[in-house]
Each structure stands twice: as C-alpha cells, then as structure tokens.
C-alpha cells in the first residue's frame, strides 16, 4: 500500500465506534459482554492507544497503559504494558502490527520508559520483535473430590468467611492481603495495585460473573483472598492471595465444600514461588510451570532489565 494511504498515530474521538468493534472481532471471549464498554469507560487513554489508519479505515490498533512496578528495593516506578494488539480481517498479513509495535515502542522509549511487557497470545510473534520471558507461573490442575475434603466450619474459630463483596466494599481490604502476600519468602519485584486499582479490577472480575471469597479474623483484619469463576468446566481461581497460609487453606476447604458436587475441577494461577503455594499440593504432578509475560528493553540494556523485574509477581493488571 502505498505510504500516503497509511497513517499511524492516536485515536481521535471518532475512532471509538470502529476500535471497539476491531476489539470486539479480535477477543471472541469479550464479545457481547461488559468488558469492551467497561475497558473504554475505565481504561482507555488515547495516549496510550495507537492505531494503523490505511485508505481511511481502522487497519490494526495496540494499548500500552502504564502498570506500577515495586522493584525489591528501591522506588516504584511505571512500565507500559501492551494489550488489545489486533489487526482488521482484511488488512492482515501485510506487517501492520510489526509497523505499528515498532511506531509505539518508539514513542515510549521517547518517554524514558525502560521496558515494555505483554501477555503474549503467540510468542512466536514477538520473539523476533526482541521481547523474551521474564515471568512464569504455576498452573494447578484440582480436583475438589481428592483435595481440601474436610468439612470446614467458622463456629469457634478465629475467622470468618464474606461471599460475594461490592468491589468498593473488598478493594482496600484485597489491597491489604496482595501486598503483604507479595512479600512473601525473597524479596521480588511484584505489579503494585493500590485499592483504586482493585476497584477496577474487582469490578471487571464480577462483571465477568467472577466473584470474591474472602477471609478476615473476628476483629476484620483481612487475611486471604480468592477471585474465582465458576463454569461449566469447573471453577477457574485467577489470584489465591493471603496473609496466612491457614486462611487461604479455609477458602480452599469453602470452595470444594460449595463446588465439588456441580463443579469438582479446579485450575488455579499461581506464581511460580513455594512461598505463595504453600496452601496447596507440592509435588510436579499437581502443577505445571508455564510461560506467562515478556519483556523488551526500550531505554536499558537488557540484562539490566531483567535483573529489575525477572521472576515478578505479575497477574492480569486489570
């Protein structure tokens, strides 16, 4: 296409409409619910959008908001993290999203970001473009009828278990939980969320029909967190955070009471560290190791990039 025909720069207002639909056909999983309208209400920054305009129409777009990182030592600071990379059906294959990465990478490293990260849908895509793994993850594969069968009950403990929190209600308190939990065993670098960012995400998770487990002691000290989905497969746990290795065993034990009748399966997301996986089984053949997110250095040397945030805690942001 010829030069002149192809623009790369970021949305205007009128640009809305047509990005939203690109979202909407590039994330099956999103289409028809709440997530698009609720990401551009509570999300989206023009700033931090750029598209590929070509004979006048929305070609291929990318997002980078800036997500928080607390290093292990030292002062917090922010780094883009690209999502909704997606090209329209008649204008793929024709190299867009290389051009489109490269024009946004550019402007960031402009900015004096460090580096970049993403949650790669194919990694053999961005591997050539310079980002490589920094962060891996566990995923546990349960089943409620062999695992957590005790009967659990609050009468004459110290605990006690609230279902189903308004997300202004259990923001601050998850807050609580999540920085303390990423403090566990050696020190490293996690994605910092303050109570404004569990509100967010809270309210994405129950829009998404997810909902919130959480335990706190007799005098409302919160000490664990789950955020789980429950489908027709099983339940899907996306964050199991605590204070307490014993509390986050509570909402194990409550979850398997509730669900293993109807839905007995269960995967859990954890980070790849024994120290935030202490509730649960240890041995290989309950868990797997997987690749999760990758970075690629803008204003660093690349191995000093990785030496900030290799082996981070880092879940969905949002």
């Given at each position: 296409?010829?030069?002149?025909?192809?623009?790369?720069?970021?949305?205007?207002?009128?640009d809305?409409?047509?990005?939203q639909?690109?979202?909407?056909?590039?994330?099956?999983?999103?289409?028809?619910?709440?997530?698009?309208?609720?990401?551009?209400?509570?999300?989206?920054?023009?700033?931090?959008?750029?598209?590929?305009?070509?004979?006048?129409?929305?070609?291929?777009?990318?997002?980078?908001?800036?997500?928080?990182?607390?290093?292990?030592?030292g002062?917090?600071?922010a780094?883009?993290?690209?999502?909704?990379?997606?090209?329209?059906?008649?204008?793929?294959?024709?190299?867009?999203?290389?051009?489109?990465?490269?024009?946004?990478?550019?402007?960031?490293?402009?900015?004096?970001?460090?580096?970049?990260?993403?949650?790669?849908?194919?990694?053999?895509?961005?591997?050539?473009?310079?980002?490589?793994?920094?962060?891996?993850?566990?995923?546990?594969?349960?089943?409620?009828?062999?695992?957590?069968?005790?009967?659990?009950?609050?009468?004459?403990?110290?605990?006690?278990?609230?279902?189903?929190?308004?997300?202004?209600?259990?923001?601050?308190?998850?807050?609580?939980?999540?920085?303390?939990?990423?403090?566990?065993?050696?020190?490293?670098?996690?994605?910092?969320?303050?109570?404004?960012?569990?509100?967010?995400?809270?309210?994405?998770?129950?829009?998404?029909?997810?909902?919130?487990?959480?335990?706190?002691?007799?005098?409302?000290?919160?000490?664990?967190?789950?955020?789980?989905?429950?489908?027709?497969?099983?339940?899907?746990?996306?964050?199991?955070?605590?204070?307490?290795?014993?509390?986050?065993r509570?909402?194990?034990?409550?979850?398997?009471?509730?669900?293993?009748?109807?839905?007995?399966?269960?995967?859990?997301?954890?980070?790849?560290?024994?120290?935030?996986c202490?509730?649960?089984?240890?041995?290989?053949?309950?868990?797997?190791?997987?690749?999760?997110?990758?970075?690629?250095?803008?204003?660093?040397?690349?191995?000093?990039c990785?030496?900030?945030?290799?082996?981070?805690?880092?879940?969905?942001?949002?």
């Amino acid at each position: 296409m010829p030069e002149n025909n192809l623009a790369i720069r970021h949305p205007r207002p009128a640009d809305l409409p047509a990005l939203q639909e690109l979202w909407a056909a590039s994330f099956p999983e999103d289409r028809g619910g709440p997530f698009i309208p609720w990401y551009f209400q509570n999300r989206f920054q023009p700033k931090n959008c750029w598209l590929v305009e070509a004979a006048g129409q929305l070609a291929a777009m990318c997002f980078a908001p800036p997500v928080t990182i607390q290093p292990a030592a030292g002062a917090p600071f922010a780094i883009p993290y690209i999502q909704g990379v997606a090209t329209a059906k008649d204008w793929q294959r024709q190299g867009f999203c290389r051009r489109l990465l490269a024009a946004a990478e550019q402007e960031l490293a402009n900015r004096g970001y460090p580096f970049c990260v993403l949650k790669p849908f194919d990694p053999a895509f961005y591997q050539p473009l310079g980002y490589r793994f920094f962060c891996y993850i566990r995923r546990y594969n349960l089943s409620f009828a062999d695992h957590f069968l005790a009967p659990i009950t609050t009468a004459g403990q110290d605990f006690q278990l609230l279902h189903y929190l308004q997300p202004a209600l259990a923001a601050a308190k998850a807050a609580e939980i999540y920085q303390a939990w990423c403090q566990r065993g050696p020190a490293r670098p996690f994605a910092l969320r303050r109570p404004a960012d569990f509100q967010l995400l809270l309210t994405d998770h129950r829009q998404d029909g997810g909902q919130v487990l959480l335990a706190q002691s007799r005098q409302n000290e919160p000490l664990a967190y789950a955020l789980y989905t429950a489908t027709k497969a099983g339940l899907f746990l996306r964050e199991l955070a605590f204070k307490q290795t014993r509390a986050a065993r509570w909402l194990l034990h409550a979850l398997a009471a509730d669900y293993r009748e109807d839905t007995p399966e269960a995967v859990l997301i954890m980070p790849d560290n024994p120290a935030c996986c202490s509730p649960l089984p240890q041995t290989l053949a309950g868990w797997q190791v997987l690749p999760f997110a990758m970075l690629k250095p803008l204003t660093k040397p690349a191995q000093e990039c990785y030496n900030i945030i290799n082996n981070a805690y880092f879940y969905e942001y949002f």
